[in-house]
C-alpha cells in the first residue's frame, strides 16, 4: 500500500513540475523578449574616437551609463536619476527609461525627449537644451553634426537651423502629396524621406505625388456609426505614385528639382551624396523592375550628369542600397549587387568605370559594414560559411585579399570602431544564448564583455535540430525541427509546420531562439507536437536563381518544396501523417490557405493570419516585381489567387486578420469567407478588430491562445 502511494506521489509531482515548466501564454507574449531571452548590453555603441564603449546597466529601479574599456574596467557616467533631475527644468514628468542616446564627442551625447534635443556633456555634468520642433512633426531627421534639424508637419517640410526659426520650403502638401517622407511603400530599400549632405549645408527629400493612387478605406469600429479612414493603397496593375527628389541648400536658401527623366512611374531609390556635396547619385528604375540604371546628378542645376551604368535582368533588378564612397578616395565607390547571381561588392570610379569585383561565390553578402580608418579595407557579414551562419570578414580593396575575423558557428553581429581596429561581436547559435567579446584586426579576443546565462534553464525543452534535404532540382532545402522534450522515436506525433515561404526571410539560420514564435514552437512541443520549418525556393540568401524560382507564378513552387517535407517527414516512423498542421503569417499566411486548399488534403489543420489570397489585392511594388502585372500576367495571377481553390478546403482552418490592416488589406480573408459562404465550406474566422498587420499589446494574449487552442483541439 505504501509502495503504491509513493508511486503516486511520485507521478503527481513529475506531473506537477512539468505544468510548471511549462511555458504560458503570457510568456510567450510578455516575457520572450525580456526574462525568457538571452542577457544584453542595451543600447551598446563605440565612442566616436577612444576604442571604448558605452551601455546601459540596470541597477533594480535606476539605469546606468557606463562606459568600458579593451581591458574591461568599467566606469560609470550618468544614471537616469541624475538626468532627470537636469531634464526636470524642462519637462515636469521623469523618464523611466534611459533615453536612446547619440555620441557626438567622446565626452558628449545627444538625445531626444519628445520633439525637444537635448545634450549631455559627461565630464561636465551638463545638459543643454540644443534645439526643439513641434510638438506634431513628423519624421524628423537631424544634420550629422545635429546642428540643423528637418522634419514634416501636415505633409509639408520644414527646416531647422541651429537656433533659426524654422524655414517651411514647401506649402502645398497634403494626404495625397507628400514632402520629406518615405516613398514607393518602403520598398528597395527606402525607409526615410531625408537625406543630410555630410557637411549639414545642404539636404535632399522625397516628393511623392499620390493623387492618382486608389483611396483605400479602413473601418473604425470604434465610433457609432463606424467611420472610413482612407489610405493611398496602390494595387497591383493600377495607378502607381510619381516619384521626384529635391535639393534644398541652406546657406543659399534655394531649392533645386532633380529633373529625372523617365516614365513618372519610375522608381527613385539608392540616394546618395557625393562627397564633396556638388553632386548626388540615384538609380533610376522601371515600373517592370528589371532595367536600372544609375545616374549622377548635379546638384546646383538639377540635371543629369553621367550615367553611371545599368542593370538588366530578365525578371527583375531590386536595388537595396546606396554608394559606399572609399573615404580616402572620393573619385572610389563601392556598389553591391546580384548581377553574377549573388550579392557582391564591386568597385567603380564615379565615371561609372567598374575596376574590379570584390568579392565573388556562390553566396552573399547580408551586411556591409564600412571601411577601416585607412579606407583599404571593407568589412562584410556573409554566408560563405553556409546559408545558416554569418560570419564576419575583412576585404583588402587592392589584393581583394578575404580575412575570417569570426570562427565560432552560428549568427554574428558585429559592430566596427571607427578606427576599423576593433569590433563588438555579437554573437549565438543553437548552443550559445549570447557571447558578447571584442575583437582586434586579427580577429582575437580581447575581452569577454557578456557572457549569457541559458535564459530557459530549467523548462521543459527538446532538441532542436538543422538539416537539409534536397528539392525536385536537387537543391538543398534547410529545414528545423523541434523534438518534444520526452521524445520516444517508437511512439507516433502530430506535426505542425511554421512556414513563410516568401522573399526577404530567411527563418532557418544557426541562432539562439528568440521571440513569440521560437516559445511558441516550445510550447506546442511541451503539448506533444512536432514542430518543423523548411525554407522553400524564393525565400532570402540563397542566390538570385533560389530567390526567383517563384517568379510569375507566387505559391506553386513553394507548395511544391514544402511538400518534399512532408514527404520527408511521413518517411519517419514517428509521424503521424494523418495529423499534420500548418500556421503562418502575411505570406506565411498565404502560404497555409495554398497548402490548405492546393496539397491533395496533406492538411488537416490550419491556421493563417493576415493572409494575401489574391494577389490583385496586394501592392504595385512588391507584387509586380514577382508576378508582373495582372495584365501582363494573367494566368500566373488566377493559378496563384486562392479564392479559385475554395471548394478544395476539407480540413479545419481558421484564418485571423487584423481590420486595419494597411499592408494586407482585410478584403483578402473577407473575400475568401464569403467565397466559403457561397460554397457551403466551413471556414472558422476571427477579426482583430483596430490592430493593423500585427497584432500587439495585450490583445497578443488572445490571439496566441485561440491560435494554441485551435490546434489543441483540432489536431
Known amino acids: 500500500m505504501k509502495k503504491h502511494l509513493l508511486i503516486i506521489i511520485i507521478v503527481l509531482t513529475n506531473l506537477v513540475f512539468a505544468q510548471e515548466n511549462k511555458f504560458s501564454t503570457e510568456d510567450i507574449v510578455l516575457n520572450s523578449y525580456t526574462t525568457l531571452a538571452p ?3 542595451e543600447q551598446l555603441k563605440w565612442l566616436p574616437n577612444d576604442a571604448e564603449y558605452s551601455y546601459i546597466e540596470h541597477d533594480g529601479k535606476n539605469q546606468i551609463l557606463m562606459k568600458g574599456t579593451r581591458s574591461g574596467k568599467k566606469i560609470s557616467l550618468v544614471d537616469l536619476e541624475e538626468l532627470n533631475s537636469k531634464l526636470i527644468v524642462y519637462e515636469k514628468k521623469s523618464n523611466d527609461r534611459f533615453p536612446k542616446y547619440t555620441w557626438i564627442t567622446d565626452s558628449k551625447f545627444v538625445f531626444w525627449i519628445k520633439n525637444i534635443l537635448f545634450s549631455y556633456d559627461v565630464r561636465l555634468k551638463e545638459i543643454k537644451k540644443m ?27 520644414f527646416v531647422k537651423s541651429g537656433s533659426n526659426d524654422a524655414e517651411q520650403l514647401t506649402h502645398d502638401g497634403s494626404y495625397d502629396f507628400t514632402y520629406g517622407k518615405s516613398v514607393s511603400r518602403n520598398e528597395f530599400g527606402i525607409n526615410e524621406g531625408i537625406f543630410w549632405s555630410p557637411s549639414g549645408k545642404k539636404i535632399a527629400f522625397y516628393h511623392e505625388d499620390l493623387r492618382s493612387v486608389t483611396d483605400y478605406p479602413l473601418l473604425k469600429l470604434n465610433t457609432i456609426p463606424a467611420k472610413t479612414e482612407l489610405i493611398k493603397y496602390p494595387m497591383a496593375g493600377g495607378k502607381s505614385p510619381k516619384v521626384s527628389l529635391a535639393v534644398y541648400d541652406l546657406e543659399q536658401k534655394k531649392t533645386t528639382w532633380l529633373e529625372t527623366i523617365g516614365p513618372e512611374d519610375q522608381y527613385l531609390t539608392s540616394i546618395t551624396w557625393a562627397p564633396d556635396e556638388q553632386s548626388i547619385y540615384l538609380g533610376q528604375l522601371n515600373r517592370d523592375q528589371n532595367h536600372l540604371k544609375l545616374y549622377k546628378y548635379s546638384v546646383s542645376s538639377g540635371k543629369q550628369d553621367t550615367l553611371l551604368f545599368e542593370e538588366k535582368n530578365d525578371k527583375y533588378v531590386e536595388p537595396e542600397d546606396g554608394l559606399k564612397f572609399l573615404p580616402n578616395d572620393s573619385e572610389k565607390f563601392i556598389w553591391l549587387s546580384r548581377r553574377d547571381g549573388w550579392k557582391h561588392a564591386y568597385l567603380y570610379t564615379t565615371k561609372g568605370k ?65 578606427s576599423g581596429f576593433y569590433f563588438i561581436d555579437s554573437y549565438s547559435s543553437l548552443e550559445v544564448p549570447k557571447r558578447v567579446r571584442l575583437i582586434n584586426y586579427k580577429g582575437e579576443t580581447e575581452s569577454i ?55 526577404h526571410a530567411q527563418l532557418i539560420t544557426n541562432t539562439w531562439p528568440v521571440g513569440r514564435y521560437s516559445l511558441w514552437f516550445y510550447r506546442m512541443a511541451q503539448e506533444g507536437y512536432i514542430v518543423f520549418t ?31 517535407g512532408i514527404e520527408y517527414l511521413t518517411s519517419l516512423p514517428y509521424i503521424d501523417s494523418n495529423r499534420i498542421g500548418v500556421y503562418g503569417w502575411s505570406y506565411g499566411g498565404f502560404m497555409t490557405t495554398s497548402l490548405m486548399l492546393r496539397a491533395n488534403n496533406k492538411f488537416k489543420v490550419g491556421v493563417a493570419g493576415g493572409a494575401v489570397i489574391d494577389w490583385n489585392m496586394y501592392e504595385v511594388m512588391y507584387t509586380e516585381r514577382y508576378m508582373d502585372t495582372p495584365e501582363t500576367n494573367k494566368e500566373g495571377y488566377e493559378k496563384a489567387s486562392l479564392l479559385n481553390y475554395v471548394d478544395n478546403l476539407n480540413g479545419k482552418l481558421l484564418l485571423v486578420h487584423g481590420t486595419d490592416d494597411p499592408t494586407v488589406v482585410w478584403q483578402n480573408t473577407l473575400r475568401f469567407a464569403q467565397e466559403a459562404m457561397h460554397k457551403n465550406k466551413k471556414l472558422d474566422y476571427f477579426p482583430y478588430v483596430g490592430h493593423p498587420h500585427g497584432v500587439g499589446g495585450k490583445d497578443a494574449i488572445h490571439l496566441y491562445q485561440k491560435i494554441t487552442d485551435y490546434f489543441l483541439e483540432n489536431l
Open 39 to 41: 542577457s544584453s548590453m
Open 131 to 157: 534645439n526643439e520642433i513641434p510638438t506634431e512633426a513628423e519624421d524628423k531627421s537631424t544634420s550629422f553634426d545635429y546642428k540643423n534639424i528637418a522634419y514634416v508637419l501636415d505633409y509639408n517640410f
Open 354 to 418: 567598374l575596376i574590379k569585383q570584390l568579392t565573388k561565390g556562390d553566396w552573399e553578402i547580408t551586411e556591409f559594414h564600412g571601411f577601416d580608418g585607412a579606407g583599404e579595407n571593407i568589412f562584410i557579414t556573409s554566408t560563405e560559411a553556409g546559408p545558416d551562419q554569418r560570419q564576419f570578414y575583412r576585404v583588402n580593396i587592392k589584393t581583394v585579399e578575404k580575412n575570417l575575423l569570426t570562427s565560432d558557428a552560428g549568427s554574428h553581429s558585429v559592430d566596427i570602431h571607427s
Open 449 to 503: 564583455l557578456l557572457n549569457s546565462p541559458d535564459p530557459l534553464i530549467g523548462k521543459n525543452i527538446g532538441k532542436t535540430e538543422i538539416f537539409t534535404i534536397k528539392a525536385s532540382d536537387n537543391t538543398d532545402l534547410y529545414c528545423r525541427t523541434v523534438f518534444p522534450s520526452d521524445f520516444d522515436a517508437t511512439k507516433k506525433y502530430p506535426v505542425i509546420i511554421y512556414v513563410y515561404g516568401g522573399p
Open 534 to 564: 523548411l525554407d522553400n525556393r524564393g525565400s532570402s540568401n540563397r542566390g538570385l536563381e533560389f530567390e526567383q524560382a517563384t517568379f510569375r507564378n507566387l505559391g506553386t513552387v513553394e507548395i511544391e518544396d514544402q511538400l518534399k
